[in-house]
């Protein structure tokens, strides 16, 4: 998702029209429409008005270009000073093991449940299409974004917090996985042409 689509997906979430968005970040509604058609791409500052009027990270609209060992590392390196990530061998954690992969985990243990709920919601999508699977798996992960809990709050806290182990797809997300379940990759094109027509159809109805 770009930027626009970032502001948009976040600003409905709050059922907010764009006109109380931008009355609250203090930028004009012209601008505000501009962001979100992705026609103009907003300053930092502006980023930082727009997030805390959503209560939102701005790092959420940050693009993380990493490309080079230096630029994975960085970000490992934050993570482990500032998040108490830990990376042990298999073997550290249990001796019995005869495996000396990686393991990565953070002192935080609700951060650790809200990764698997990750990984039980990115592995339920599996069975969709390619398109809907990449629309899925942006609501899924925008869901997860929005969540302003502190990582450095009470662990005990957070540990009792439950964490539902699958977030649920959209509607419409959920009804293709349902009609399209049994369905050979011929019939799921077949079945999205249908919907382009019925689409542009309702398209030329309505004008």
């Not at 962001?35 to 609209?61: D, G, H, M, T």
């Not at 935080?108 to 339920?124: D, G, P």
């Not at 009804?175 to 399209?180: A, K």
């Not at 379940?181 to 109805?205: G, I, P, Q, V, Y």
Request: proline share 1%.
């Amino acid at each position: 998702m770009n930027t626009g689509e970032k502001i948009k997906y976040f600003r409905l979430a709050r059922n907010m029209t764009q006109e109380q968005l931008a009355q609250e970040a203090e930028i004009s509604f012209s601008t505000l429409r501009k962001y979100e058609a992705n026609e103009r791409n907003p300053k930092y500052e502006q980023l930082l008005k727009i997030a805390s009027a959503l209560e939102i990270s701005v790092n959420i609209f940050m693009d993380f270009d990493i490309q080079t060992i230096s630029d994975l590392f960085s970000i490992l390196f934050k993570m482990e000073n500032q998040a108490d990530l830990k990376i042990n061998t298999m073997q550290e954690l249990d001796a019995a093991s005869s495996e000396d992969a990686l393991f990565l985990h953070f002192q935080n243990n609700y951060i650790n449940q809200v990764l698997k709920t990750y990984y039980s919601s990115t592995k339920s999508i599996n069975n969709i299409d390619t398109q809907h699977q990449n629309t899925a798996l942006a609501e899924i992960q925008n869901r997860l974004l929005d969540n302003n809990t502190s990582i450095h709050s009470d662990i005990s806290t957070l540990s009792d917090v439950s964490v539902n182990p699958v977030l649920p797809l959209s509607s419409a997300d959920q009804t293709w996985l349902d009609l399209s379940s049994d369905c050979t990759e011929e019939e799921k094109k077949e079945m999205l042409k249908a919907a382009a027509f019925t689409k542009n159809c309702l398209h030329r109805s309505s004008k």
